[in-house]
């Protein structure tokens, strides 16, 4: 059975470029992470591997809602002028990448889907809570700088919200870490005790007569909003890849 290891490229680059002093450092870098995709090779064991990379052009997520992950720290130059190298450095020891048009999100989700469709198992490398909906039979999300795995059962107890409201809940609360506006004046709390008695975001909006006056009127309000949010936290999972798996085969890495 096919194993994919699927590496949130950004995601692990970026932190281990932040544990430099210096921002400005690169050296050393493609060995650093190198050694990280070494080791996950080791633990894991997969048939196939890959980096996916965000790319340059505004996601689509940007298009509908310009505020979308804005005031993120932006990537050191230093850092974005090394990627190149460091892609044909991974590439040349057996790792290789595949560049999303934009975010690298829907790539991701998209190449688990793939993966699981087909029979196999797809492992995402990432730090990133928004991959938990899409964890079920045959996709797993590991940790790589805490060497663990995040469950469902970790973002259930996070949110408190059962794993069929994530997407829910995310719509009426929001998720500050992307900017994802959710309704406002309802938070987090509000968010889960509605949950809780309605079960899903559309028995709330349909029982606005039951929910106190106060509360209605700031469902009622915040209706496009919710729809909205919905929307950007949804992970696509079929778009275009024009990639075969065979491309991304495990190799036996060269060494440095």
Known sequence: MNR????DGL?????????????????????????????????????????????????????????????????????????????????????HSIDANA??????????????????????????KGFTQLLGPGISLWDYFNQRQITIEDREQQLGVDRSQFIDYLAMAGDSGNKIPGIPGIGPKLACELLKTFRTLANVYASLDKIGAKQAKKLEAGRPMARLSYKLVQLQTDIPLNTRLANFRAEQPTQA
Not at 4 to 7: A, C, G, H, R, V
Not at 38 to 43: E, I, Q, T
Not at 62 to 84: I, W
Not at 120 to 127: D, K, P, V
């Open 4 to 7: 994919f290891l699927i590496i």
């Open 11 to 95: 995601n692990l680059v970026r932190r281990i470029h932040a544990a430099q002093p210096d921002e400005n450092d690169v050296n050393g870098l493609p060995e650093r992470v190198t050694s990280a995709c070494r080791k996950l090779m080791a633990k894991h064991q997969p048939t196939h591997v890959a980096l996916v990379w965000d790319g340059d052009a505004i996601s689509w997520r940007k298009q509908l809602y310009q505020d979308y992950k804005k005031g993120r720290k932006p990537m050191p130059t230093a850092l974005s002028d090394a990627l190149p190298n460091l892609k044909e450095h991974l590439a040349q020891r057996g790792f």
């Open 103 to 128: 975010e690298a999100d829907d790539v991701i989700a998209t190449l688990a889907s793939k993966t699981v469709k087909a029979k196999g198992e797809a492992l995402i490398i990432s730090t990133d």
